[in-house]
T-cell receptor
Framework: GAVVSQHPSRVICKSGTSVKIECRSL??????MFWYRQFPKQSLMLMAT?????????EQGVEKDKFLINHASLTLSTLTVTSAHPEDSSFYICSANIGGGVDTQYFGPGTRLTVL | QKEVEQNSGPLSVPEGAIASLNCTYSDRGSQSFFWYRQYSGKSPELIMFIYSNGDKEDGRFTAQLNKASQYVSLLIRDSQPSDSATYLCAVYTGGFKTIFGAGTRLFVKA
């Protein structure tokens, strides 16, 4: 199956700093990548959808200036949490879609962010 | 508002039994249906997808789709303690939109 990696897997940072999370499709080109956030014991919440070379589409209520998404290539998308605060602490998961009519999403292993 | 509904559980079954997980969706135009398994602290892992009405079997897993009833289910035969996880139903509604249910927690008792 398709493999998606994320880096880092875990990050602890101080309040006010920015954190960048990378999502890579390792064995396929991802026309579309998705970023989710999941709080403990809650369901996945889609934050944004990104297509290579274009601006991300953010879900309602997600601040695009706080969560910067860059989909620079067909194998890499990054999420930057700017000026992170403790309430941003969460499990961030990316997924990638092969495209070409195949709508299956393959998930990365996730990044656990803790903001002190 | 397009929705995907799942019973949150927990669903508890004894080892070796059949676990039946259910999901309903609101958008009749939905095209593709997926089941993911998520262990605690991990990201979702694709188990199966189904596009057409009827049953689709893969090992111990069977996905069932009934578009007329807007219903999709997942059966796990010979349930094992390692199957204990949260199972997410996901529905692709077109336009890059996949909607996930909140998940059903399954607990398989040894």
């Amino acid at each position: 199956g398709a493999v998606v990696s994320q880096h880092p897997s875990r990050v602890i940072c101080k309040s006010g700093t920015s954190v960048k999370i990378e999502c890579r499709s390792l064995d396929f080109q991802a026309t579309t990548m998705f970023w989710y956030r999941q709080f403990p014991k809650q369901s996945l919440m889609l934050m944004a959808t990104s297509n290579e070379g274009s601006k991300a589409t953010y879900e309602q209520g997600v601040e695009k200036d706080k969560f910067l998404i860059n989909h620079a290539s067909l194998t890499l998308s990054t999420l930057t949490v700017t000026s992170a605060h403790p309430e941003d602490s969460s499990f961030y998961i990316c997924s990638a879609n092969i495209g070409g009519g195949v709508d299956t999403q393959y998930f990365g292993p996730g990044t656990r962010l803790t903001v002190l | 508002q397009k929705e995907v509904e799942q019973n949150s559980g927990p669903l508890s079954v004894p080892e070796g039994a059949i676990a039946s997980l259910n999901c309903t969706y609101s958008d009749r135009g939905s095209q593709s249906f997926f089941w993911y398994r998520q262990y605690s602290g991990k990201s979702p892992e694709l188990i199966m997808f189904i596009y057409s009405n009827g049953d689709k079997e893969d090992g111990r897993f069977t996905a069932q789709l009934n578009k007329a009833s807007q219903y999709v289910s997942l059966l796990i035969r010979d349930s094992q303690p390692s199957d204990s996880a949260t199972y997410l139903c996901a529905v692709y509604t077109g336009g890059f939109k996949t909607i996930f249910g909140a998940g059903t927690r399954l607990f398989v008792k040894a």
